[in-house]
């Protein structure tokens, strides 16, 4: 008795056709030719056996590269395991698609004259502005009233960090004013009608601060991002702030660097603002400032203010050395901001009220960069 072929109905084949050449676009899609999509295309119904070969052979290359790609990423924390995510942040210029379409969606309302135009955006970069103490690149204006600073020989001394494990969590992410967003596109003008302030996390400083987290963790660095709203109350934002971070600080004792991301604003007068911006790599980056602060005045109880400083100044020399003028001269203070709960705290101004999210969420990705580095150069075992 002859063996019988099985045939399946039309609609199976046609099916089976379509999930294949779904399968094969998705896996194919980086980075393959479109005439060679095409010929897949074409095979899938020509050559149905030869196809499934081709598929096969092309699964396990993405299988091989995928998994090269995330060797160093399958962490716990939520560090990145998608591809396409990673890949992303290997571009760091690349501005997410869901910050663009909201840019352009509201562009094109404002070209229209749905929105007034209620003054004019002024473009600055600030590299020694209102200076008082310098080394190279690294600008800091010190307004204390009696700590001096030794640029020169604090680089010279450097920053190692108490690190044991950076993949644990070391770097905490938080906002006290997390509120504070930007102007939605970048057409030199603003608009009165677009709030300063807004409790959406995908429009507002806590977007910024995930953007550098992703890179945080894309480089292998422990982090926890803090994504609570301190601020819809804004008076006593950072006594509300203290409280959050002390706990998180208590949870995660490995934390040893805390950041502050805010937003700065810059008003000349009611109808001109100020953005500060670095071109970095042919793109507008928001420029950003470093705030630390110093016992002195009415400050007290502030012991690690000198660490604090250290680790500022080192920072900003390794920012400005690989994206030159991203770090605004830094401003050194007597105040404590949280500073004071580890010897390794910061509170970074990303841009202004009239920078775009598109430009502060690309700092961002620098700074984390810049950071995921000098983590990784400056650890050593903590010997206390």
Known sequence: MKNRRIRLPVKTYLLIATLIISLSVYIASFPIKLDEKVAYIG???????????????ISRSFMLRFNSDNKQLNQKDGNITDLESKRQFLDLSVTPDDIKENEEILRKKFNKNDYPQDGTIT????????????????????VTVDSDIDVQGTLVNGCPLPVNDYTKPTVLIYHTHSTECYTPFDNGAFSTSFAERNNNKSLNMIRVGEELAEVLRARGIGVIHDTTIYDNVYTGAYDKSRKGITAILEKYPSIIITLDVHRDAIHYDNTTRVKPVAVIGNKKAAQMMILTGAEGGNVESFPSWETNLSFAVNLQKAVNDKYENLMKPMYFCNRKYNLDLTPYSLLIETGTDVNTLSEAAYSARLLGDVLAEFIKENAKEDKQ
């Open 43 to 57: 095979a899938a119904f020509s050559f149905p056996n030869g196809f499934l070969s081709a598929v096969r052979e």
């Open 123 to 142: 473009e600055k970069t600030y590299i020694s502005y209102q200076a008082s103490d310098y080394f190279e690149n690294v600008f800091i204006r010190n």
